[in-house]
């Protein structure tokens, strides 16, 4: 008998590889449709699952093969209803996913990597050190866990799926791709690019990168200042990848795929609450066709950060809107389990 740790993580094998597994193993190569089947359409986490399967050739996927399928080791539920997920991997190491239900849609934020390597000065998730990136498949069985949650629990479909969990999806982006297209194919999830989307610190290169793959998902930056000053002073990234950089890669984005950017931006008391920040944001802003989310500051203890006011937020409003640019106030959801933007930290 072989060793778990020296059988191999079978949803690494591309559906070409699984049937010269089989015919390899002296089986029919239309074995590894049915397998893949299991394994994608239909999430199996075990190969008993495989009912269409003999018992020997499960007994024989079941040498050579293990299904390292994450486990929701806890749940919190939120008294508005959202679900936070701790979700253990196969090397014991937790990420968290969170289900946020809204009147029409049931959204999926998922994780990319187990912590991050960012260290935006406001984000619990960047306390963390970042361990590793996440595999395709530890990213497709998140949304499937909310999947099954939206189901049981609220008898409604998943319908949208956000990357705005712990890590930088953009600095995982081979896996994050892979995990798209399954969540996207016929023979996985089958649910529409438009209703992914992507949220990055704003990684340029990896912006331009994903433009000219002609990616299908929608993006989103979070910007939070396009004052070059303050946005270093909070979001290191910005130090390395200053806003003309970040702007250009925005440019090359919007002539290759002709789609709209979303900013995320919070707006913090004494940091980015004055006229002159907000008036920075509508010029950055018109770079491309865009729209801005204002969310609002999830508190993770740290006293130099603390929401603005009312007043500034309707100022923001105001100036983007007045001059064409939507903006929409986004109030937070599952804060009283810390599973609100930027909070999740493994509590
Ligand atoms: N690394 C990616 C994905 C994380 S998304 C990114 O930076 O976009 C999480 C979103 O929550 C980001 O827009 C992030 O800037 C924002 N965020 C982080 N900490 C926050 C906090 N304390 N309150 C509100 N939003 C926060």
């Not at 983007?320 to 599973?339: F, H, Q």
Request: net charge positive; glycine share 4%; with cysteine.
């Amino acid at each position: 008998m072989v060793q778990d740790l020296e059988k191999r993580d079978i949803r690494k094998l591309k559906l070409d590889e699984l049937k010269a597994f089989f015919v390899e193993h002296g089986e029919k190569p239309f074995r590894a449709q049915q397998v893949y089947e299991w394994l994608w359409q239909k999430s199996a986490k075990d190969f008993d699952q495989m009912t269409n399967l003999s018992l020997p050739v499960r007994e024989m996927l079941r040498t050579h093969f293990v299904i390292n399928h994450i486990r929701v080791d806890k749940m919190q539920r939120s008294e508005d209803g959202t679900i936070k997920n701790a979700v253990m991997l196969h090397d014991g190491m937790i990420v968290e996913s969170v289900l946020i239900p809204t009147e029409k849609r049931i959204t999926a934020c998922v994780s990319s990597q187990v912590g991050c390597s960012l260290a935006c000065k406001f984000c619990a998730t960047a306390r963390l050190k970042r361990m590793r990136n996440l595999n395709p498949d530890e990213i497709y069985d998140q949304v499937v866990a909310i999947k099954e949650q939206a189901e049981l629990f609220f008898n409604r479909p998943l319908t949208n799926i956000v990357f705005m969990g712990m890590g930088e999806p953009l600095l995982n982006y081979n896996n994050v791709l892979e995990a798209i297209n399954k969540i996207t194919d016929p023979k996985g999830l089958a649910m529409a690019s438009k209703r992914i989307t992507v949220s990055t610190v704003g990684v340029a290169k990896m912006i331009k990168k994903i433009a000219d793959d002609g990616v299908k998902f929608n993006l989103a930056v979070s910007l939070h200042s396009a004052i070059d000053k303050t946005r270093s002073s909070i979001m290191p990234i910005n130090d390395s990848t200053p806003l003309e950089e970040l702007g250009d890669a925005l440019r090359h984005w919007y002539a290759k795929t002709k789609k709209k950017v979303t900013y995320e931006y919070v707006v913090w008391k004494g940091i980015n609450d004055k006229e002159e920040d907000a008036r920075a944001l509508l010029k950055f802003a018109k770079i491309i066709p865009s729209k801005v989310n204002l969310i609002e500051y999830n508190s993770i203890d740290d006293p130099t950060f603390q929401q603005a006011s009312q007043e500034s937020l309707r100022m923001y409003q105001e100036i983007l809107e007045s001059n064409g640019i939507t903006a929409r106030v986004r109030i937070s959801r599952g804060k009283d389990i810390d599973a609100a933007c930027g909070q999740l930290a493994n509590k």
